[in-house]
């Protein structure tokens, strides 16, 4: 088990060397430093002299891959493509364009992300797959139909629509709830109740379908009319057999996710002005601020990979099959 | 009053829309009786089990007819109710042990569960009784096999699982559907001698649900016949064997014991050869996976195949027999020794260090017949597709497509189907013609060797021998060699002229078909010839 | 004028030829046409697939370019129109100041005027192309309205009713050759009249109506908002279409490769999608247009006119979606490939000693297109409501291009304005929502038959 768990470490190595590489693709050689230099000081009246300033303030100074100018390892590992990664991998994000250092920042955000994004993720899973539950055992019934109706007409909503038509009633025109912001603590809980809600909501359409296809499949099997023929009630067969046994591939498509809920919910939190990653991201994006993008990408991946091994433990923590072989 | 029926099916009609698919059956079923319902596939008798317990899909109807348990007429129950009858006293066990159980559950808290509904145990005292019925089935460590999970047991332990789950809490009739299709010949033995006993000992009525005439005439006190949704013949054991009036019992009886002709032992060349085969495949564990051990799945088998001859190879589940199959068509790799092919004037080819380059002209002579009919055929390849692959891949006769056109209609007569099926779907067609289909298949490339992976495993008796005397017609007129892979001990004096018998992938005896049958040596063959259901023995050895 | 066409027009137009070709290899296979037949007897396959083709429609016709010279005619800044611009051209030159309701004869909002004794008043001005015919009286409105909505159900009639003759006679000349009367089901051709009718009555009182008046209302520049929906109605087609277009060839060879030769090449494979699946997808293509804008930006002489260069972000959008989703389809034809390798028709094919491209060809490839089929759907009403989240990102389509997503941002940033502007927002939505629905619809349709177990 132990060596299970080292060798897929083992494994997340590579990948990340991978993310590694196609970021520092993305943000260095096709846009190299000259011309990120250039867009930050404006095209027109950028002298050499100013470019080279703008890189050494930055430590871009540096050839990309191979640096003449020094001696034997050296040459490959004073240049920009080692430098910077040995940056990201002992997590140095550097600063922001403001100046602030990103390291801080993330630290200081994640919080109020995982504020909005746990509760969301654990009441829809909740409400998902018992709704899915209830759908299987009335499956076929024209309760089933309709329902089914309307949860591909939930999920053909788009969320910006969900969000804004929540602003505008929640908020707006009932006063039920702070349109928008946050703040610690038991009084910040209200800001939570929108967020929350709508994020559940929006995610019922394709939950419901998405677990109430899995747990379709497994009443079809053998196991499933062995418990009917021991005379278990229909209830009890979804619930103490059926459940079990979907679990498992249920557990392959939820518990990747977990990690980056700390991502936060990009939409979510630029819409109800929440202090957490997500709008932090987006606001990098809009203002083209490439150190927090870089940050946030391997953050993001880092945090993708560890969900991606957690999931293996977790199944074989819960699959016998693959715990005892 | 005495009640000397358990239970009584009266007139029972099942409908699935407009179509009748069990028509007007009617049985009764008496006290510790062992009560057979035997049909081929399709003729309704696992609807009719799952009738009697209420548990018929949706779109099956019932239309008429009661099932009376005890003087409860089980129809006019509702839910509920039917739900305290089912697992206590009416039980039933199904045919794949492999999925029959749930796999995230340990094995022994599925039987207590069942003790829990119905008799309200608690968990220490359930927990006690469980072990208890394990020991009753005969299942060793009973103890510490009730925190095993399923796939840890084997599929003869599996079973014995089901029954000691269906026993539990003591039904009074218990339907077992086909409980020992999927295990091997020796387990069955085991497990049908497990139901005889726990029969004498509780007075417990089975009704057995199977297409083994061998294992009606093992079991049986009473035997009805299902044809098409209709109870054909009924009648007391003795006198159904004996005496059987309706034609298509006789013919089922008939085609249930292979004829027993042997086959002359004609001398004759070498046309393969195999010399101490091995096929080892590596078991990778730890850090770095490394290789631990080899599963020896072939290990060390020596076999000639002589040319107009058929050496059947016998073996249960795991023996190897299917990977000798693969090795010799170069489809899995060897480990060690050789795969040496005649080739006329000159010397054996060894297979083994060919390349595949080198292998593919070599292909057309030597051919695969699978087991699965349903998987074996492409199912959005036309008939004509798939027997002209092999003609287009490895070149052989005419390339022109009209000439292909014949020799194809003429390879469909000579396996019984007609000439207009070219252009068909596999889907439409039955077990038994896709069989033909696929054996067409092997024959356009003119082969002199075809392996036979378990061809008639799959069928129906009746279709079984029909396709058994097909390929035996053919093996006359090309002078086609055989290898006939196979579990089944009955069908050997029909096809085969030698036998070698394998396991644990070593051959542990081999010689002609009379030598083994009649004179074994091994111990493990001996084993396998006296689990053959007594049926078959008595025919075997006349 | 002369006939140009964008990169994005010629794919689009590829697709159609693609489609067709599709079509074609459908109907002349038997077991294809039973199959597809099956799709379309139900009524809300019917309804789906007739709606995706109307929204299609009006993509290809808004994806005919010519280009314009500027002239004292021509008082738009536009260099290129399209078919449906030309069809259109009274809604481009009816451009108002500023907001106005649908359907409103007043702009949305009081402006400030001094009148002639040079007080200051709040007033709401008059549109300026709005109601001409009836001389902008207020109460004639309703009367008007209802009189167009008339004629328009009329010429809707006579239309549907034209149409339906046609393919009457189409069917009767099939069925007079079909010499036995073979108990061949029809299809619900009946649902399909009708909904081709209610879409041709849409269709006809939008544009009756949208000379007298805004049916949509107007934007923020006074855009009518009735042709902002229809003009991003090619923006999300070209979005959800072409996308999965680029990136089917990808997930497919990689895809097969993994599952059919195993060994190193899947590891190597799955090392690749699970690389490219780590990095947030957002936040990968936010990067990737970043970095494309900057391009873009620093080689501005690239490009010719403003829609061209809007065309080429859109094009370059398309490309930067399709490689980085083709993760999730790869994964699931490698795990179907492994499973149908396993199979005995395949062992039968290898001992043929068939080569492994044509057995993936013969054997394995019809086994996966249900698999592909049912992504390509899904994936389109996917990608349609993701261009929506990536124009608020700001990441989306060039900010001059016509789409819901655009459209959404622009009312957004407006939603505090007391009364509420909901029209444009309303619009969009509901477009896009019709769009999305009708294509998950049609894929559950498409998937069941296909796959059957699916919905025991």
Redesign the interface.
């Known amino acids: 088990m132990f060596?299970y768990i080292?060798?897929r470490l083992l494994f997340a190595v590579p990948i990340l060397i991978g993310v590694n590489v196609i970021t520092f693709a993305l943000f260095f050689m096709v846009n190299t430093p000259d011309d990120m230099a250039r867009a930050q000081l404006g095209a027109k009246q950028t002298t050499p002299a100013m470019i080279q300033a703008w890189k050494e303030g930055r430590g871009y100074d540096k050839p990309l891959f191979y640096n003449q100018n020094s001696s034997g390892l050296n040459q490959i590992s004073d240049t920009l493509f080692v430098q910077e990664s040995l940056k990201l991998f002992s997590f140095d994000f550097g600063q922001s364009d403001s100046g602030r250092q990103i390291s801080s920042d993330i630290y200081e955000r994640m919080w109020p992300s995982l504020a909005i994004a746990l509760p969301t993720f654990i009441i829809g899973l909740v409400t998902n797959i018992a709704l899915a539950l209830l759908i299987v055992l009335f499956r076929?019934s024209t309760l089933d139909r309709v329902t089914m109706g309307v949860a591909v007409a939930i999920m053909s909503i788009s969320g910006l629509f969900y969000i804004i038509a929540g602003q505008v009633l929640f908020s707006k025109t009932w006063h039920w709830v702070p349109i928008s912001g946050y703040a610690e603590g038991i009084d910040g809980l209200k800001f939570l109740i929108l967020p929350v809600f709508i994020g559940v909501f929006a995610g019922i359409g394709a939950g419901i379908r998405w677990y109430r296809s899995i747990f379709l499949e497994e009443i079809n099997?053998?196991?499933v009319?062995?418990?009917?023929?021991?005379?278990?009630?229909e209830i009890k067969v979804l619930f103490?057999?059926v459940l079990?046994?979907g679990l498992?591939p249920i557990l392959t498509g939820v518990v990747v996710v977990i990690p980056t809920l700390f991502m936060g919910s990009l939409i979510m939190e630029s819409f109800f002005g929440i202090p957490g990653l997500g709008s932090y991201t987006i606001d990098a994006i809009q203002s083209q601020d490439f150190g927090i993008v870089k940050a946030m990408v391997f953050l993001g991946s880092v945090l993708y990979i560890i969900g991606l091994i957690l999931t293996d433990i977790s199944y074989t923590y819960?699959?016998?099959?693959v715990k005892?072989s | 009053m005495f009640e000397s029926t358990v239970l009584s099916v009266q007139n029972l009609v099942l409908n699935i829309g407009e179509n009748r698919l069990i028509d007007d059956i009617s049985f009764e079923i008496k006290p510790a009786e062992i009560f057979a319902l035997v049909g081929e596939s399709g003729s309704g008798k696992s609807l009719t089990s799952l009738a009697i317990?209420r548990?018929l899909p949706?779109v099956i109807t019932v239309d008429s007819g009661n099932i009376v348990l005890h003087q409860q007429n089980l129809f006019e129950l509702p839910e509920?109710q039917m739900?305290?009858?089912?697992?206590?006293q009416v039980?039933?066990i199904?045919q794949?042990p492999m999925?029959?159980?749930?796999?995230?559950?340990k094995v022994g808290d599925q039987v207590a569960?069942?003790l829990k509904?119905?008799l309200g145990l608690r968990n220490s005292t359930a927990r006690d009784k469980v072990v208890s019925l394990f020991e009753e089935v005969g299942i060793p460590q009973a103890e510490e096999r009730y925190d095993w999970?399923p796939?840890?047991l084997s599929g003869g332990q599996k079973q014995r699982v089901?029954i000691a789950?269906a026993l539990a809490c003591e039904p009074e009739l218990l339907i077992a559907d086909e409980p020992t299709t999927a295990l091997d010949v020796t387990i069955q033995a085991q497990v049908l001698e497990l139901l005889k006993s726990i029969r004498d000992k509780r007075g417990l009525s089975i009704l057995f649900i199977t297409h083994d005439m061998g294992v009606v005439y093992e079991m049986a006190d009473t035997v009805a016949v299902m044809k098409q949704g209709k109870i054909i013949e009924q009648a007391e054991k003795q006198k159904f064997f004996n005496e059987a009036s309706h034609p298509y019992t006789q013919k089922l009886l008939q085609d249930a014991v292979p004829k027993q002709i042997l086959k002359p032992q004609l001398d004759s060349t070498k046309l393969l050869e195999l010399n101490d085969l091995k096929v080892h495949f590596p078991i990778k564990k730890?850090?770095?996976q490394r290789t631990v051990g080899m599963v020896k799945a072939v290990d060390g088998v020596s076999l000639i195949i002589e040319k107009g001859q058929t050496l059947a190879l016998v073996g249960e589940s795991g023996s190897g027999k299917s990977t000798i199959g693969q090795a010799i068509?170069k489809?899995v790799n060897t480990t060690d020794g050789k795969v040496s092919y005649a080739n006329p004037d000159s010397e054996a080819i060894n297979l083994t260090d060919l390349s595949?380059r080198q292998?593919?002209p070599l292909?057309k002579k030597?051919?695969?017949i699978?087991?699965?009919p349903f998987?074996?055929?492409?199912?959005?390849?036309t008939v004509s597709e798939i027997i002209r692959?092999?003609m287009v891949?490895?070149k052989v006769g005419s390339q022109n497509r009209q000439d292909q056109d014949n020799r194809i209609d003429e390879l469909l007569n000579q396996v019984g189907l007609e000439v207009d099926f070219k252009h068909r779907?596999p889907h439409e067609f039955s077990g038994g013609q896709r069989q033909r289909i696929?054996i067409a298949?092997a024959l356009a490339?003119e082969p002199e060797l075809i392996i036979c992976d378990e061809p008639t495993s799959a069928l129906d008796v009746t279709v079984r021998a029909q396709v058994l005397e097909l390929l035996e017609s053919l093996q006359k007129q090309y002078q086609l060699s055989y290898l006939f892979i196979t579990h089944d001990l009955s069908i050997i004096p029909a096809i085969a002229h030698k036998v070698a018998v394998m396991q644990n992938g070593k051959v542990v005896e081999q010689g002609t078909v009379e030598q083994i049958m009649h004179n074994p040596q091994h111990k493990y063959t001996q084993k396998l010839l006296s689990s053959a259901p007594e049926l078959i023995r008595k025919v075997m050895f006349a | 004028m002369m006939p140009t066409f964008l990169w994005t027009d010629i794919m689009i137009w590829s697709l159609f030829a693609l489609i067709i070709v599709g079509i074609r290899q459908i109907a002349s296979d038997a077991?294809k046409r039973k199959q597809w037949r099956k799709v379309f007897k139900s009524k809300t396959a019917m309804i789906s697939v007739i709606i995706l083709l109307f929204y299609f429609a009006i993509a290809l016709v808004d994806s005919i370019h010519f280009k314009v010279e500027p002239s004292a005619e021509n008082t738009t800044n536009k260099e290129l129109i399209s078919v449906l611009d030309m069809g259109l051209e009274h809604l481009i030159l009816s451009v108002e100041r500023t907001y106005s309701a649908p359907f409103a004869l007043n702009e949305y909002s009081s402006s400030v005027v001094y009148d002639q004794s040079g007080n200051v008043q709040q007033v709401y001005l008059p549109l300026k192309n709005v109601a001409t015919h009836i001389n902008m009286d207020q109460s004639l409105v309703a009367y008007d309205v209802l009189t167009q909505t008339g004629w328009a159900f009329l010429i809707a009639l006579i239309v549907m009713s034209f149409l339906i003759l046609i393919h009457g006679y189409f069917r009767f000349k099939e069925i007079a050759l079909r010499q036995s009367s073979s108990k061949v089901e029809g299809l619900p051709w009946s649902v399909a009249y009708i909904t081709l009718f209610i879409l041709i009555f849409i269709g006809t009182w939008f544009y009756l109506l949208s000379f007298d008046y805004h049916v949509l209302g107007t934007n923020k520049v006074g855009e009518d908002v009735l042709y902002q929906s229809l003009k991003s109605i090619r923006t999300g087609v070209l979005i959800g279409g072409l996308t999965t277009i680029v990136m089917l060839p990808l997930a497919l060879v990689l895809g097969i490769s993994a599952g059919y030769f195993k060994g190193w090449i899947d590891d190597v494979i799955q090392y690749l999608y699970t690389t490219l699946n780590s990095i947030p997808g957002v936040l990968l293509i936010a990067a990737a247009v970043l970095v494309m804008q900057s391009i873009m930006s620093t080689h501005a002489d690239w490009f010719g006119s403003t829609e061209e260069r809007a065309d080429m972000r859109l094009l370059f959008l398309i490309l930067i979606l399709g490689m980085t989703s083709w993760t999730g389809l790869c994964r699931l034809l490698r795990a179907e490939t492994l499973k149908i390798s396993q199979?005995?028709?395949v062992?039968?094919?290898?001992?043929?000693?068939?080569n492994p491209f044509?057995i993936i060809r013969?054997?394995i490839m019809?086994?996966l297109v249900h698999l592909i089929l049912i992504a390509l759907v899904l994936d389109f009403s996917g990608l349609v409501l993701a261009e929506a989240v990536l124009s608020y990102v700001g990441v989306g389509v060039d900010p001059t291009m016509p789409s819901w997503g655009n459209m959404i941002n622009q009312a957004r940033l407006e939603m505090a304005r007391e009364p509420m502007v909901w029209w444009s927002l309303l619009s969009a939505f509901i477009f896009m929502f019709v769009l999305v629905l009708a294509a998950n619809l049609f894929a559950d349709r498409v998937q069941w038959v296909l796959n059957p177990r699916s919905e025991k």
Do not use: C, W
């Open positions: 060596a080292i060798r076929g099997k053998d196991y009319r062995t418990a009917r023929a021991k005379g278990l009630s103490g057999h079990q046994n498992l819960f699959d016998p099959r005892l | 317990m548990l949706e509920y739900q305290k009858v089912r697992g206590k039980a039933m199904f794949e999925t029959s159980l749930n796999p995230v559950m569960e069942v509904l119905h999970y796939h840890q089901m789950m730890g850090l770095f068509l489809l595949e292998m593919k292909r030597i051919q695969v699978f087991q699965d998987s074996a055929l492409n199912p959005r390849m692959e092999g891949s490895l779907y696929g298949r490339v | 077991q199979i005995e028709y062992t039968a094919a290898k001992a043929f000693g068939l044509t013969r054997h019809p086994n």
